[in-house]
């Protein structure tokens, strides 16, 4: 499918996209809503737990990441036959990273939280978390190659509907196995684990049941591995490793403040950890509208079309800024209201309002500086995003270590890191496009389909 950059193009390509993140961020919603009427301990395990479970997970979403900006080229050249060869090689990488992946949930991880958590409780709530979660690991990296897939296609209406599947999947065992409900026992973060492994698996069954429905597998050469092309694998590869790169360094530095709120007192972390599902969750327009300028921006070099990428990427931008104003005045409107979803504590609510507006001012911020970073890997200059997350990351840590480990300010202060760093991102993206650089790069993804 060949694309245009119009405005109606780039809702059809995001509202499936934004539609399927809420719903799988309903998954991290439940888990921190069910737990923080359940126990302390899990509201404050849940948000650790989570964030290093998806650091090392994210490795797969980095993958189909690069991937996608291959088959987007390829849709924009009408290359059908080659979205399958690079999707079917995709697959094969996304499983030999998943057999490691989970011997290293497994074996490593309880001696990193042994080293890194200082509070025993919260140790072992994590690790019964992560070891549920760990029997999901293969169908959570496939569900990130086919996103990718159907992202990278420009066909994302399937995304809302396997991600509602699983978010009604996710509520339903996690009220049975959190609470004990229907003849279970209360199982608390363990329950929570089941439930979300269970609803991953869901998703990545309604991807592959599509797929097979629609026969994209014959449309597209998919599900062949007739052959390995070795020059493929090094393709992907070579655009995801800096994607990949990307999200270690930034996750890993989010868990690194998640640590340090840790060391302030539990109290804060369960804040923190409210914050964190809620950022996740009022962020998902500007993600899905990133993800589409990753598609659009690909595409339209595939057709050749250089002079129209940045007014594309200025109608994604108006898109992503005019949601974010709207959640903004909202939530400002309604912060107690919000809030009370997460838990009946009046007092965590009070203590969470400050911090909260802080990370309203940083998704002003973000809500235009994640659209032109994620436009940038769809010119194939890969690299680039990785380095400006590199000097972002080092801000970040600077000022959480200062801040956070040395002050151990009030959490509205310690919050500041996010309008650090995306305020840093943006400055440096909007540099990069506005000067014109971004086209000595585009050489970097012609190189794909010769």
């Keep these: 499918m060949q694309l245009k950059g119009t405005y109606q193009e780039i809702w059809q390509i995001s509202y499936p996209i934004i539609l399927g993140s809420l719903a799988h961020s309903i998954n991290q919603l439940i888990d921190t809503a069910f737990l923080g009427h359940s126990s302390k301990v899990a509201l404050e395990s849940i948000t650790l737990a989570g964030i290093y479970y998806f650091v090392f997970v994210f490795i797969a979403g980095g993958l189909a990441r690069g991937c996608q900006v291959i088959l987007a080229r390829y849709s924009g050249e009408k290359r059908d036959d080659k979205i399958g060869v690079a999707f079917d090689h995709l697959i094969l990488i996304a499983l030999i990273l998943s057999v490691f992946l989970m011997l290293f949930f497994k074996y490593a991880t309880p001696y990193v939280l042994a080293f890194v958590v200082k509070s025993v409780a919260i140790q072992e709530s994590a690790m019964a978390y992560i070891n549920m979660m760990n029997y999901a690991v293969i169908p959570v990296v496939l569900g990130f190659c086919f996103n990718g897939f159907y992202t990278g296609i420009g066909k994302t209406k399937i995304i809302t509907l396997a991600t509602v599947f699983m978010a009604i999947t996710n509520i339903i065992c996690g009220y049975i196995f959190i609470f004990g409900n229907f003849g279970f026992?209360?199982?608390?973060?363990?329950?929570?684990?089941?439930?979300?492994?269970?609803?991953?698996?869901?998703?990545?069954?309604?991807?592959?049941?599509?797929?097979?429905?629609?026969?994209?597998?014959?449309?597209?050469?998919?599900?062949?591995?007739?052959?390995?092309?070795?020059?493929?694998?090094?393709?992907?590869?070579?655009?995801?490793?800096?994607?990949?790169?990307?999200?270690?360094?930034?996750?890993?530095?989010?868990?690194?403040?998640?640590?340090?709120?840790?060391?302030?007192?539990?109290?804060?972390?369960?804040?923190?950890?409210?914050?964190?599902?809620?950022?996740?969750?009022?962020?998902?327009?500007?993600?899905?509208?990133?993800?589409?300028?990753?598609?659009?921006?690909?595409?339209?070099?595939?057709?050749g079309r250089i002079d129209d990428v940045v007014p594309a990427l200025k109608k994604v931008l108006t898109f992503s800024v005019g949601i974010s104003l709207s959640i903004n005045l909202i939530i400002v409107l309604f912060p107690h209201q919000i809030l009370s979803i997460f838990t009946n504590d009046t007092q965590l609510i009070q203590d969470t309002i400050a911090p909260f507006y802080t990370l309203m001012i940083a998704l002003l911020f973000f809500s235009s500086g994640m659209i032109m970073n994620l436009g940038i890997t769809g010119t194939g200059a890969t690299f680039i995003p990785t380095i400006v997350e590199i000097f972002c990351c080092l801000f970040y840590v600077l000022y959480c270590y200062y801040f956070v480990q040395i002050k151990q300010s009030p959490l509205y202060i310690c919050w500041g890191c996010e309008v650090v760093y995306w305020l840093t991102l943006l400055v440096f993206t909007t540099t990069y496009w506005s000067t014109g650089i971004w086209r000595k790069y585009i050489k970097n993804i012609d190189s794909i389909s010769k």
């Design 185 to 303: 026992s209360p199982m608390g973060i363990k329950g929570a684990g089941i439930a979300t492994a269970i609803a991953d698996t869901v998703l990545f069954l309604v991807y592959l049941c599509y797929f097979l429905n629609r026969k994209h597998h014959k449309k597209f050469n998919a599900f062949t591995f007739k052959q390995i092309y070795f020059k493929q694998f090094y393709t992907i590869i070579r655009l995801s490793t800096p994607i990949i790169l990307q999200n270690l360094i930034g996750i890993g530095s989010w868990w690194y403040f998640f640590l340090s709120i840790e060391k302030i007192g539990e109290h804060e972390l369960a804040i923190s950890g409210i914050l964190k599902s809620l950022f996740v969750f009022i962020g998902i327009p500007v993600w899905s509208l990133a993800s589409t300028s990753n598609t659009l921006i690909s595409n339209i070099i595939g057709q």
